[in-house]
């Protein structure tokens, strides 16, 4: 799929999504998914959903691409998942975004690249199913404050206490996650978690 060839007029449906990989039901993408050790775990235990990546650095999507038993519902796209999910997702087409980490772009001429803009946030709205959640956790507070503005703005509401160890799935009540974010979790590192949930069409 060349997605520089996709109309946003024309939107990609949630049926196009399912096609991605046999027997799916659920779709959700991952926003800057780095070496996609959450994705390919999150897709091993849970072969009914697509588990679709969007990331930049061409040599992480290269490792994936010679990744050897990759589910097949584990899918890596090296592209922008801002602008994917700002112009190119139709309507109530996605079951959950996952965010985990997102770069902070620190010097200012880059501040521009970070990834909570206010198109980003409302593609996110326009594009969740009715219930639909954005997982987000970060070591970043600017990070976490600027998801909450804008995807309050949106038309998101937070969920009270959302953090992922309380979502069912993990080993021992504990969310399955990059060895990146084990490592944090092992150095006790102060991470920002956050779970927003869409009530209907942004």
Same mark, same amino acid.
């Given at each position: ?12 449906? @949630? ?46 999507? $290269? ?18 998942? @801002? ?8 309507? !109530? ?5 996952? *965010? ?31 219930? #639909? ?19 309050? !703005?949106?038309?998101? $509401?937070? @969920?009270? #206490? ?8 993990? $080993? ?12 944090? @979790? ?8 956050? *779970?927003?949930?869409?009530? #209907?069409? #942004?």
């Amino acid at each position: 799929m060349n997605f520089a060839l996709l109309d946003p007029d024309s939107p990609l449906p @949630r049926s196009w999504w399912l096609e991605q990989a046999p027997s799916v039901e659920r779709v959700e993408l991952e926003i800057g998914a780095g070496s996609c050790g959450f994705l390919l775990e999150a897709a091993r235990r849970n072969p009914s959903t697509l588990y679709a990546g969007f990331e930049i650095r061409s040599g992480l999507v $290269k490792a994936f691409e010679t990744t050897g038993n990759r589910p097949p519902n584990a899918l890596l796209y090296g592209l922008d998942g @801002r602008w994917v999910t700002s112009c190119m997702l139709a309507p !109530e087409s996605i079951d959950i975004f996952h *965010v985990y980490f997102p770069d902070p772009w620190w010097k200012k001429r880059h501040h521009k690249r970070r990834l909570f803009t206010g198109d980003f946030c409302r593609g996110v709205s326009r594009s969740l199913n009715v219930g #639909g959640e954005l997982r987000l956790v970060t070591d970043v507070r600017i990070m976490y404050e600027s998801a909450l503005d804008g995807l309050l !703005e949106a038309g998101l $509401k937070q @969920r009270p #206490g959302g953090s992922r160890s309380a979502i069912p799935g993990g $080993k021992a009540g504990e969310p399955y996650c990059s060895a990146y974010e084990a490592k944090y @979790r092992r150095q006790g590192r102060e991470l920002h978690e956050a *779970v927003f949930i869409s009530a #209907g069409a #942004g």
